[in-house]
């Protein structure tokens, strides 16, 4: 079994179990104590999992991992997806990008990109594409998150569905196996509500830790957007839903 399987599968028996010791995954796998601790501290690593001594817990659902942490989780593969989602972006076009450190690698990536128009509740993110001349950047008013530059509350929400946008780019906490989308801060959701209406197309970026990740509040569900940007072949039952809705499913080298 290759190991980002065996990994989908231990996140699965966790979501279920709540803890498993390294005994039951060594038998349930069939493989040796060497490989699950291996596949444990690399799950553990990007913060999927809480490691304890013989076992694994799942990481909370109220609480996301620190800023820091998330910018450099996955970072390689963040910045495949970015650049994935830059490349269907035309010039000229407009568009509103989202809080997260995955929508910060697509403003990176967006940088050859000529004349566009964004709105961002991202300070990060508006902070990348100022450094173009030609791009309009427009920022949101509200509260800014001190935490990681978001910006939130009833203004964003407000001040974003003025506008009506080509694109709407967000990246998310958690993709449940029903197509759920899945978020810590209910402030943060009503916004990427609010840029799903108001987006002619909706692109996810997010990668495989995403997957079978837990968080409390509901954002809404995968067939709510046009097509999602990843780094690894969603679960079979995931991918199923997005092909009964016809969303497309990009998947970076």
Not at 71 to 82: C, F, L, Q, S
Request: hydrophobic share 40%; aromatic share 6%; charged share 25%.
């Amino acid at each position: 079994m290759k190991q980002t399987l065996r990994h989908q599968q231990i996140l699965e028996l966790l979501k279920h179990k709540g803890f498993a010791s390294t005994e039951d995954l060594v038998a349930q796998f069939d493989v040796s104590p060497q490989t699950i601790r291996r596949d444990l501290n690399d799950l553990a690593e990007h913060n999927r999992i809480r490691r304890h001594h013989g076992g694994a817990s799942l990481m909370s659902s109220t609480v996301n991992a620190a800023y820091d942490s998330r910018k450099v989780m996955y970072a390689r593969e963040k910045d495949g997806i970015g650049r994935a989602i830059a490349a269907e972006i035309p010039d000229g076009a407009s568009l509103f990008i989202d809080i997260g450190t995955t929508t910060e690698a697509v403003a990176r990536a967006l940088l050859d990109h000529q004349e566009l128009r964004v709105i961002t509740n991202n300070i990060h993110v508006a902070s990348i594409l100022s450094q173009k001349e030609d791009f309009t950047v427009i920022i949101a008013g509200g509260e800014v998150r001190n935490r990681d530059g978001g910006i939130v509350g009833e203004a964003t929400r407000d001040f974003v569905q003025q506008f009506r946008t080509d694109y709407g780019i967000i990246g998310i906490s958690g993709i449940d196996t029903d197509g759920s989308l899945l978020e810590f801060d209910y402030h943060e959701v009503r916004i990427a509500q609010a840029i799903i209406s108001n987006s002619r197309q909706v692109f996810l970026a997010a990668d495989q830790s995403k997957f079978g990740r837990s968080a409390m509040v509901n954002m809404g569900n995968i067939s709510q957007i046009t097509a999602l940007f990843t780094d690894a072949a969603p679960p079979t039952a995931l991918q199923k839903i997005m092909d009964e809705h016809q969303v497309a499913c990009h998947i970076t080298e």
